[in-house]
């Protein structure tokens, strides 16, 4: 009886098998990335490493690449989902990489994104908002849209950039906006954090010593763009205002960090709540140094507008 090697040869040798074979390696060499790819490294392919290669094309051409026969992430057709190759030269073959696609980056990108956000406090419906959703007609909305569109824009070339600082009455949507800014940012792929302020510094004073507010407290100062929601509802201890708010503010101003904010309080309204401490104490002085710093890192726009939380 013959053996299974001999077997083996003699169909690899075999008509048939050798012009499926050939027919097989010509729709590879014919694919599109595989042309490319072979023209770009003609020096260093010939016809033999293909032939050592055709698993390792074959895989490839099945791919999808680039997203482009996917429809959605969940849909991903590829052999690792979220992954797609790239041809690559490795010792004397040709070899695959895999890589993250786009839209397992972006989704990623977002998972992060969202994460950082929903630990400052901020409800996740807010993260729904989105600019085209703010109605133009209603007073101010313009202007906030149009320098929000200049700040998402310019940054990452002018590293001045002012943030804004929205003022008006209660339900009027300001942290509706800041949520639209924070996800026009993820777009661009900037990482932003909305921080409540009453809920942070609430939280900061009942657990003063815990390891994770101190990581917190640096997170606020050092993220790319920070959005303080809600500043002057909070009742701020002297020691909160000038070793906790005012370090954020004075190390985001010099490194250049922009700075949202949203408030009841107009400038001088704030500065009065900031100047009266729980103890009774009057620190203008104080209060004022603070101030600077926000009319420093942000445009004041006031909103105005019906309560839509009165629906
Ligand atoms: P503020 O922060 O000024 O008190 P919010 O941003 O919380 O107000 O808005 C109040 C309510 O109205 C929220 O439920 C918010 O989702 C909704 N809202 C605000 N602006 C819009 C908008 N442009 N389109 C749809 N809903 C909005
Ligand atoms: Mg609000």
């Keep these: 009886m013959e053996s299974l090697q001999n077997h083996l040869k003699q169909f690899m040798n075999s008509k048939g098998f050798r012009e499926t074979y050939l027919n097989l390696k010509q729709q590879i060499k014919s694919d599109k990335d595989v042309r490319l790819f072979l023209e770009k490294h003609k020096n260093q392919i010939d016809e033999h490493m293909i032939d050592r290669s055709l698993g390792k094309l074959y895989e490839f051409v099945t791919q999808s690449k680039f997203c482009r026969e996917c429809r959605n992430l969940d849909e991903c057709k590829n052999i690792l989902k979220g992954y797609h190759p790239t041809l690559i030269i490795e010792r004397k073959t040709i070899d695959l990489k895999y890589d993250k696609c786009p839209r397992k980056e972006a989704y990623d990108a977002r998972k992060k994104q969202e994460s950082l956000i929903k630990c400052m406090y901020v409800p996740k419906e807010i993260l729904n908002a989105h600019l085209e959703d703010i109605d133009l007609n209603e007073p101010n909305r313009l202007k906030a849209v149009s320098l929000v569109q200049d700040f998402v824009e310019q940054y990452g070339q002018n590293d001045r950039l002012k943030g804004l600082y929205l003022y008006g009455s209660f339900g009027v949507g300001k942290t509706f906006i800041l949520g639209a800014i924070a996800n026009e940012l993820a777009e661009k792929g900037v990482p932003s954090m909305l921080v409540y302020v009453p809920e ?84 203008q002085l104080k209060a004022k140094r603070i101030m600077e710093r926000i009319r420093f890192l942000a445009i004041p726009v006031e909103l105005k507008g019906k309560n839509r939380r009165q629906e």
């Design 200 to 283: 942070f510094v609430r939280e900061l004073k009942s657990a003063l010593q815990d390891h994770s507010l101190n990581e917190k407290i640096d997170a606020v100062k050092k993220i790319p763009v920070l959005m303080l929601d809600d500043i002057g509802a909070e009742s701020m201890s002297s020691w909160m205002r000038d070793d906790i708010l005012g370090s954020i503010l004075q190390f985001r101003m010099l490194e250049n960090l922009p700075t949202f904010f949203t408030s009841n309080f107009n400038f001088s309204e704030l500065e009065h709540h900031l100047t009266y401490s729980q103890k009774g104490e009057i620190e």
